[in-house]
């Protein structure tokens, strides 16, 4: 069963980047997301890409800061983040998917808090 670890979490100030990358324990064709769970709230959709890489899709809160990439060779899903906001504070998951949309494989998370 693959694994999924996410890293590249912390601390940033409000309008600064960070770059979150998702490893799998092994090569998969998956479609891929992120996801993140803030505080008291429901986990909600961040971003997604398709197996090869060259279709993506966004959150509107997202759009335009964050980009999704993934390189199948090194089996790994980034997120680069852009102008972070406070609201973007979260726990962020990346989850795998054999059918788009039925994500069956979801790593631990990494922690990203900005501060404003």
């Known amino acids: 069963q693959v694994q999924l670890v996410e890293s590249g979490g912390g601390l940033v100030q409000a309008g600064g980047s960070l770059r979150l990358s998702c490893v799998a324990s092994?090569?998969?064709?998956?479609?891929m997301g992120w996801f993140r769970r803030a505080p008291g709230k429901e986990r909600e959709f961040v971003a997604f890409?398709?197996?090869?890489?060259?279709?993506?899709y966004y959150a509107d809160s997202v759009k335009g800061r964050f980009t999704i990439s993934r390189d199948n060779a090194k089996n790994t899903v980034y997120l680069q983040m852009f102008s972070l906001k406070p609201e973007g504070s979260a726990v962020y998951y990346c989850?795998?998917?054999?059918?788009?949309?039925?994500?069956?494989?979801w790593g631990r998370g990494t922690q990203v808090t900005v501060s404003s």
């Open positions: 092994v090569r998969t064709s998956y479609v």
């Open positions: 989850a795998g998917a054999v059918v788009p949309a039925l994500y069956d494989y």
């Open positions: 890409i398709n197996r090869g890489g060259d279709s993506t």
